[in-house]
T-cell receptor, first 111, second 110 residues
Framework: GAGVSQSPSNKVTEKGKDVELRCDPISGHTALYWYRQSLGQGLEFLIYFQGNSAPDKSGLPSDRFSAERTGGSVSTLTIQRTQQEDSAVYLC?????????FGPGTRLLVL | RKEVEQDPGPFNVPEGATVAFNCTYSNSASQSFFWYRQDCRKEPKLLMSVYSSGNEDGRFTAQLNRASQYISLLIRDSKLSDSATYLCVVNGPNDYKLSFGAGTTVTVRA
């Protein structure tokens, strides 16, 4: 079946612009996660959704970062007023139970 | 202290060799353990879950030592295609939240 998909696959933006990243989880998966991975680093947890609710937003680095999920499915991660340190790969994962399945990620470069 | 720590390697081994590496975790209450594989510029993919009794999947063997809070992965008869970064993953304080190690890089040479 279809896996987790993310769009865009690559995004280049200028410092100060807003960006929106999209995640389509595996159909039927109730949990959705956003992570960030900087070059050569481990995965950094950003936010977790159960259905449309986000019980854990503790990993969002600043108030420039926000995320929402609608219909228990698609999620968008928005970064406002992007900074160069936001450059990273943003990975989305979904799960039904404990195993998380990852999308291919969005590579964000802030110039 | 990081929640999950791994030897970053790299482990450079010839084809056919056995390679093994560990990771340690800090949360003694963790219940779920996994090894994920990440190829260069790709997303992490589940390699195997790790069970208390230890488990094997083909050439891969995972062990869990709760007393010492470490997990190991052993790869037998290494193939070129095993070259990747192996991520140790442990569930954190909350069941849903996974903590990822920074990864151990394995390079298998011909």
């Amino acid at each position: 079946g279809a896996g987790v998909s993310q769009s865009p696959s690559n995004k280049v933006t200028e410092k100060g612009k807003d960006v929106e990243l999209r995640c389509d989880p595996i159909s039927g998966h109730t949990a959705l996660y956003w992570y960030r991975q900087s070059l050569g680093q481990g995965l950094e947890f950003l936010i977790y959704f159960q259905g449309n609710s986000a019980p854990d937003k503790s990993g969002l680095p600043s108030d420039r970062f926000s995320a929402e999920r609608t219909g228990g499915s698609v999620s968008t991660l928005t970064i406002q007023r992007t900074q160069q340190e936001d450059s990273a790969v943003y990975l989305c994962a979904s799960s039904l139970w404990e195993t998380q399945y990852f999308g291919p990620g969005t590579r964000l470069l802030v110039l | 202290r990081k929640e999950v720590e791994q030897d970053p390697g790299p482990f450079n081994v010839p084809e056919g060799a056995t390679v093994a590496f560990n990771c340690t975790y800090s949360n003694s209450a963790s219940q779920s353990f996994f090894w994920y594989r990440q190829d260069c510029r790709k997303e992490p993919k589940l390699l195997m879950s790790v069970y208390s009794s230890g488990n094997e999947d083909g050439r891969f063997t995972a062990q869990l030592n709760r007393a010492s809070q470490y997990i190991s992965l052993l790869i037998r008869d290494s193939k070129l295609s095993d070259s990747a970064t192996y991520l140790c993953v442990v569930n954190g304080p909350n069941d849903y939240k996974l903590s990822f190690g920074a990864g151990t890089t394995v390079t298998v040479r011909a």
